[in-house]
């Protein structure tokens, strides 16, 4: 039995609280006046979570803890993600800039120019910023930003992930896997057809997703530098945005056909049953 919170991309009560325990999903509580809730993240029993504006403004961190919900500006436009470590690290996609916070104190905003910056993580106290305009930035100890890795055009680099010190990129327009080591690229691969989403671990084990194809690949990482796709199955569902795992269990969110797909897995992917939530665009298991 674990909790877990699922955001959806509605203008109103955008995020709700439920319980899932073997296998099926029990609403506890939806929270009011929270729109286009688009990633969500936990540390320290706090639940951050970004929030859009529908109006081409600003849009909001919120920060909940036993359910009190505190606001504070995103500092940019379209929030689409967050990293909760030493700072709250977000990315505002359509603004281009990263917005870092310090004790949820504001520190500093990086505006980048030319960029579409869509994904940010801590490693060595510095930050790995993935740049959607094909670009792999870090902002170091001091606060200056600099470029590790330039792709090639039309890339579109969209999320990372570290495992045992190794980097793993997907890119959306090629639907392509890059493995990083100390900072350089190591390898590249062509997972396939698809626009490339999400990415997460488990155990020896990567997942991603893609749009328009609907699927989600599974690759043994057993070989961290060498990943082998051993499973390509359907997300049961129309755009699988985002994913998460609890024990063995996989949620994944599909956006357009309205569920959360419900799998198991042990070595191989199964699909289980699908629960109707109104656009699901993000979710977390509380750790």
Same mark, same amino acid.
């Given at each position: 039995m674990r909790k877990i919170f699922i955001g959806t991309y509605t203008k109103n009560k955008a995020l709700s609280e439920f319980i899932f325990n073997k296998g099926n999903l029990t609403h506890i509580k939806t929270y009011k006046n929270l729109q286009y809730c688009s990633y969500l993240q936990f540390k320290n029993n706090t639940l951050y979570a970004l929030n859009e504006n529908d109006k081409w403004d600003n849009g909001y961190l919120i920060i909940l803890n036993n359910y009190s919900i505190k606001k504070q500006n995103s500092y940019g436009i379209n929030p689409c993600h967050i990293n909760v470590g030493k700072y709250i690290t977000i990315c505002n996609y359509s603004s281009n800039s990263v917005c870092i916070y310090d004790n949820n104190q504001q520190k500093c905003t990086?505006?980048?120019?030319?960029?579409?910056?869509?994904?940010?993580?801590?490693?060595?106290?510095?930050?790995?910023?993935?740049?959607?305009?094909?670009?792999?930035?870090?902002?170091?100890?001091?606060?200056?930003? &600099?470029? #590790?890795?330039? !792709? +090639?055009?039309?890339?579109?680099?969209?999320? =990372?992930? @570290?495992? %045992?010190? $190794?980097?793993?990129?997907?890119?959306?327009?090629? &639907?392509? #896997?890059?493995? !990083? +080591?100390?900072?350089?690229?190591?390898?590249? =691969?062509? @997972?396939? %057809?698809? $626009?490339?989403?999400?990415?997460?671990?488990y155990n020896n084990y990567l997942f991603t997703t893609a749009r328009e194809t609907n699927k989600i690949h599974i690759f043994n990482i057993k070989n961290k530098m060498k990943p082998i796709l051993i499973q390509t199955i359907s997300s049961h569902g129309k755009n699988p945005r985002d994913m998460d795992f609890f024990d063995n269990y996989l949620?994944?969110?599909?956006?357009?056909s309205n569920n959360i797909s419900i799998f198991t897995f042990e070595k191989m992917l199964k699909y289980n049953s699908s629960f109707y939530i109104k656009k699901p665009f993000c979710i977390y298991f509380k750790k």
């Open positions: 990086f505006y980048i120019k030319n960029s579409l910056p869509h994904c940010a993580i801590e490693y060595n106290k510095e930050i790995i910023v993935v740049d959607k305009n094909d670009r792999l930035l870090l902002i170091n100890s001091n606060m200056q930003l &600099n470029c #590790l890795h330039k !792709f +090639k055009s039309g890339t579109e680099p969209r999320h =990372i992930i @570290i495992h %045992d010190n $190794i980097f793993y990129i997907i890119s959306e327009k090629t &639907n392509e #896997l890059f493995i !990083f +080591k100390d900072y350089k690229l190591i390898d590249s =691969i062509k @997972i396939a %057809d698809g $626009i490339g989403c999400a990415i997460k671990i949620l994944v969110c599909n956006v357009d």
